[in-house]
C-alpha cells in the first residue's frame, strides 16, 4: 500500500543552520505530495504542496521538489530561526481514493532550533 | 477568525465511560475529518464526511461513533473508552479535495484524551 517515510528525529540545528528534512514515499500512480507543520499546542498547517513531479513547491522560506524518479520530497531552508521549531509531517494523497480527501502522512520529524 | 473549533482541549477518562468530542467549523466546509495522532505513527483517519448526513468510516474506526446533522458540526464519540484510545484527536475540514481541487485541509488545535 501506500506509505510515507520521514528522516527520524529529534533534529537540533542552531539558527541559520541549513535544514533538510529527508522524505521519501511509496505509492501507485501520481499521488501530491506535501508538508505540514504543527507548532506546540496546536494543529497541522499546510506547509506546501507539489501536485506533479518535478513541481517544486514553496512557502515561508522552505522548499520541496517533486521527485519521482527517487521517490522523494525533502523539505529544505537555507536558514532556520527559533520560530521554524516544530514538528514536520511529510504526507501524501491517495489518489485509489476520490471520495475523499484520503492523506496519508508520515511519523513526523521534530525539529528544535537554539539561538 | 475561529476556522476549526474543538472542545474540550484536555481530558481525562476511566475505563468504559463514554464522552463526545466536539468539532466545529465556521468556513463552510463540506468535508469534515477525524484523525487520531499517536507519538511517532503520523495521523490516522477515524472517520470522514463529505456533507451534512453522509459519513463514512476511515483506517481506524472501531469504537468511535461520528454524526453529522449539520455543515457545521461533526462530532466523534466514544461510547466505551479503552486504554488504547489513549490519543491526540484532531479534526479538520476542507472545501474540497486537496488533490482534486487544490483545498488543502484546516485543522484544529487537538483535544488530549487519556484513558485510566
Known amino acids: 500500500g501506500n506509505s510515507v517515510t520521514q528522516m527520524e528525529g529529534p533534529v537540533t540545528l542552531s539558527e541559520e543552520a541549513f535544514l533538510t528534512i529527508n522524505c521519501t514515499y511509496t505509492a501507485t500512480g501520481y499521488p501530491s505530495l506535501f508538508w505540514y507543520v504543527q507548532y506546540p499546542g496546536e494543529g497541522l498547517q499546510l506547509l506546501l504542496k507539489a501536485t506533479k513531479a518535478d513541481d517544486k513547491g514553496s512557502n515561508k522560506g522552505f522548499e520541496a521538489t517533486y521527485r519521482k524518479e527517487t521517490t522523494s520530497f525533502h523539505l529544505e531552508k537555507g536558514s532556520v530561526q527559533v520560530s521554524d521549531s516544530a514538528v514536520y509531517f511529510c504526507?501524501?494523497?491517495?489518489?485509489?481514493?476520490?471520495?475523499?480527501?484520503?492523506?496519508?502522512f508520515g511519523p513526523g520529524t521534530s525539529l528544535s532550533v537554539i539561538p | 477568525n475561529a476556522g476549526v473549533t474543538q472542545t474540550p482541549k484536555f481530558r481525562i477518562l476511566k475505563i468504559g465511560q463514554s464522552m463526545t468530542l466536539q468539532c466545529a467549523q465556521d468556513?463552510?466546509?463540506?468535508?469534515m475529518y477525524w484523525y487520531r495522532q499517536d507519538p511517532g505513527m503520523g495521523l490516522k483517519l477515524i472517520y470522514y464526511?463529505?456533507?451534512?448526513?453522509?459519513?463514512d468510516k476511515g483506517e481506524v474506526p472501531n469504537g468511535y461513533n461520528v454524526s453529522r446533522s449539520t455543515t457545521e458540526d461533526f462530532p466523534l464519540r466514544l461510547e466505551l473508552a479503552a486504554p488504547s484510545q489513549t490519543s491526540v484527536y484532531f479534526c479538520a475540514s476542507s472545501a474540497g479535495t486537496a488533490t482534486w481541487s487544490n483545498q488543502p485541509q484546516h485543522f484544529g488545535d487537538g483535544t488530549r484524551l487519556s484513558i485510566l
Open positions: 504526507a501524501l494523497s491517495d489518489l485509489r481514493k476520490t471520495s475523499y480527501d484520503k492523506v496519508i
Open positions: 464526511s463529505v456533507g451534512a448526513g453522509i459519513t
Open positions: 468556513m463552510n466546509h463540506n468535508y
